[in-house]
């Protein structure tokens, strides 16, 4: 449709008027390619009074504002979000303290008397506990906006989690060879297990992250009404 035009040092201002008691307002944007897919990228929203929405935005497109009734806004879309969030970082955190100690007092006192067997367990400690510490840091990061920070911390997560199997995997083979063959006579053992378990997740977890679309997060139609559109056409 055009240029493609975007990050503007002065905004556009756009003043929409209603007359219908509504709530949670969000100016929106679609850059009138393939399917209709509302977006609050690049837009401010700010209520001037209870009648008239301004839209600030930042690109040249097709322009509306989405407002929820006032009787659907207090439909919870997930129940209890709250409490299961709670639950979870407790129990992540709880996880990380006691990991934590185990790895305390392996390096502290048992470090030069570990044998295979123990090193695989910490390391996949080590897994477990960076996976606990990406999780409950993501919503904080994902809060700030930061897009460079968003991607490292997806990376890390995905690092992480594929890190955290790889090594359960290799403690359930060592289990194997200890219990079923008997004996573990693979040269350079620990090294190999090492590099596999910590190096092999990565070309996997880039792999994951680069793999998957990039989409803007977008506002669903069907949750909010339509109430004016200015179509800004300049992309």
Known sequence: MGANIHNLTSTIDMTFEHKDKVSNESCVSWDGKGELNWTTFGCVTETIDSNTIKCSCSHLTF??????PQSDVSIDPVPDL?????ITSIGCGISMFFMAIAL??????RKAKSN????ILMNMFVALSLLNASFLSNESIANTGDNA???FIALLLHY?????FTWFFIQALHMYLWLIRQNVSITNYM????VL?????????????????????????????LAASSPIPGN
């Open 82 to 86: 709250e409490s299961l969030t709670l």
């Open 191 to 194: 090294r190999k297990i090492t």
């Open 197 to 225: 378990g910590w190096a092999g997740s990565g070309p996997l977890a880039n792999g994951a992250n680069s793999s998957a679309p990039s989409r803007t997060v977008a506002t669903p139609p069907h949750r909010g009404r």
């Open 149 to 151: 920070a968003c991607v």
């Open 63 to 68: 322009f509306a504002v989405l407002m929820i």
């Open 104 to 109: 305390f007092m392996h390096f502290l006192l």
């Open 116 to 119: 295979q067997a123990t090193k």
């Open 160 to 164: 992480s989690m594929l890190a955290s």
